[in-house]
Structures are given as C-alpha cells and as structure tokens.
C-alpha cells in the first residue's frame, strides 16, 4: 500500500497514513480495517479508512481521513473519528451500506489485522 498515492494533490500515501495510524492506536488494539478508495464525485477526496478495535464481543468503530487541508510536513493531517459501539458481526453488512450510501461501485480494502503485530508489519509491506 505505500505506492498508493492518495486523491488529495499532497505527497501522503496511504501506506504513511496506515503508519501513521499505528502510531496513534497500537496495532495489537486493531481487529479489522477497510481502506476506502478516494470518491469519485469529490474533487480533492483521499482514501479513508474504516478500523475497530477489539471491545469484548462487539467492536469500537472509527473513522480515519485526511483533515481539510493538510499539508505534506511529515504528518498527514489525519483525523480520527470514532462512531461507537458495533456487534461484530453486524461489520460487513453495515460497511456494504455505507459504500451504498457514498455511490461507489469499488470496493473498499478489507484487511483482518485480528491484533497481530506480525499481521500489521505485513499490511505496510504490501
């Protein structure tokens, strides 16, 4: 994912976005990512990340996307947003409903990090 370069004109790529992300939340906290791609009815749009964290039998769920305006100064300006509390099992269905609602046909990155370092060193290498 590091040659990935994101919609936003800036020099961020997603693999930096994704470290950047581990460094703000540990890996071993993360159950599952999706990395949306940047929208295509929106000039400037980036990719944005859907993740959760491990909460017992349900999962936190957040958001992570560029700021409006960020600048390439070794930071990307990412904010993170969380939305609550999710069964886990109702994830999948609820993320085919958000891409519905966006209007967009690709499908977004899903990556199961299941709280493995291992598995999330192997994520940045893609």
Known sequence: MDAAANG?????SVGSRIR??????SPSEIAEMWVFPPLSGLDGSS?????????????RLYSACLSPGA????TSGQRITEHGLVPADRLPRMVRQLQRRLGETAEPTHVEIGGCDVRWAELLEE
């Open 47 to 59: 990719e944005f990340f859907l993740f959760t964290r491990f909460d017992g039998d349900r999962r």
């Open 71 to 74: 600048e390439a100064n070794g």
């Open 8 to 12: 936003s004109g800036d020099s961020q």
């Open 20 to 25: 950047e992300l581990g460094r703000t939340v």
